[in-house]
């Protein structure tokens, strides 16, 4: 069965204090892999969608990668704001439409 | 650009009852993806709707059903309620077939007793 796995599973910073998070993934057959974040409470706000290895694509202090078996978030120098769990989902030819997502890393950035 | 909405916004059921959500796409979307979340937990996904047909279903039993209207809005219905479907309901719009990228509304939070 396709599967998405992240880690860590919480992870807290200081303002400022760079680092990445880590989503792996069933290789065979990937068609998309997605990076969302969520809110408490609140419906997962889409960031950046990746398709072949080697991609990167960046928004404000984010960026993601895609390598042959895993992807990334890197978060340059966070702010409070950042807080959230960060989602991320796959698609493979397998499965059309369906995406399937991680658990999440829950991001805590103290001032 | 109007986003995804969806209504209610939290709802309170008891076990047996039946429960209907609703879920409007994204302007220029035509279709809806509906997904469960768990406390903690990532979205699972329900089942999509396209041209007014179910186009693809995940592992959910059949109390979970729905559809989709001319105006590509949907509903979601769920019979015989159990108190694991205490979830938040979160729906998803996308367009065409095979465009990749599917944005959420901002779910709706059931919980039955």
């Known amino acids: 069965e396709d599967q998405v796995t992240q880690s860590p599973e919480a992870l807290r910073l200081q303002e400022g204090e760079s680092s990445s998070l880590n989503c792996s993934y069933t290789v065979s057959g990937l068609r998309g892999l997605f990076w969302y974040r969520q809110d408490p409470g609140k419906g997962p706000e889409f960031l950046f969608t990746l398709y072949s290895a080697g991609e990167e694509k960046e928004k404000e202090r984010l960026k993601a990668t895609l390598t042959k078996k895993e992807s990334f978030l890197h978060i340059t120098a966070p702010k409070p704001e950042d807080s959230a769990t960060y989602l991320c989902?796959?698609?493979?030819?397998?499965?059309?439409?369906?995406?399937?997502f991680g658990t999440g890393t829950r991001l805590l950035v103290s001032p | 650009d109007a986003g995804v909405t969806q209504s209610p916004t939290h709802l309170i059921k008891t076990r047996g009852q039946q429960v209907t959500l609703r879920c409007s796409p994204k302007?220029?979307?035509?279709?809806v993806s509906w997904y469960q979340q768990a406390l903690g937990q990532g979205p699972q996904f329900i089942f999509q709707y396209y041209e007014e047909e179910e186009r693809q279903r995940g592992n959910f039993p059949d109390r979970f059903s729905g559809h989709q209207f001319p105006n590509y809005s949907s509903e979601l219905n769920v019979n015989a309620l159990l108190l694991g479907d205490s979830a938040l309901y979160l729906c998803?719009?996308?367009?065409?077939?095979?465009?990749?990228?599917?944005?959420f509304g901002p779910g709706t939070r059931l919980l039955v007793l």
């Open positions: 989902a796959a698609r493979w030819n397998t499965g059309f439409q369906k995406l399937v």
């Open positions: 302007s220029g979307h035509d279709t």
């Open positions: 998803a719009s996308s367009f065409g077939w095979s465009q990749e990228t599917q944005y």
